[in-house]
């Protein structure tokens, strides 16, 4: 018996991923000492206030929303699109410096990758894979 996601409960699970990523940037650097925070605002904005990071920034924040718009309308390459976010973030973070964060903001960006894997992983070889294949349906 071969299981099968439908499309709704697909986009559950991607909506869920966004909440993810909005309680990692909602959490609160009020954990971290003040001088560790102010030194970690300091950096990003050194970071991306260059061409190279402001270009990291456009392409990780662009293909995130592309990749994300894609897997809920299910568009063929979308997960692609949705890897290549995850692919560029990790490719850029040695140039981006350091940073720190509480253990929320950490927990929450580590549920967001993990299931950003699994929704990879579901949409191009597992339970979510018909739903990227084929024509359209009119009635999706």
Do not use: C
């Not at 000492?33 to 970690?40: E, F, I, R």
Request: aromatic share 14%; proline share 4%; net charge positive.
């Amino acid at each position: 018996m071969e299981v099968q996601v439908s499309r709704t409960q697909f986009r559950w699970l991607l909506v869920f991923w966004l909440a993810l990523i909005v309680g990692r940037l909602a959490s609160p650097s009020t954990q971290l000492p003040s001088d560790v925070n102010a030194a970690t605002h300091a950096a990003a904005a050194e970071t991306f206030s260059t061409a190279a990071g402001k270009a990291y920034f456009v392409a990780v924040v662009g293909l995130s929303v592309a990749g994300f718009v894609g897997m809920l309308r299910t568009w063929r390459f979308a997960p692609h699109v949705f890897l290549a976010a995850y692919v560029v973030e990790f490719a850029g973070m040695p140039l981006a410096g350091w940073y720190a964060a509480t253990g929320w903001q950490v927990m929450f960006e580590g549920l967001a990758g993990v299931l950003a894997g699994a929704l990879f992983v579901a949409a191009v070889f597992g339970p979510a894979k018909q739903l990227f294949e084929g024509p359209r349906n009119a009635a999706a």
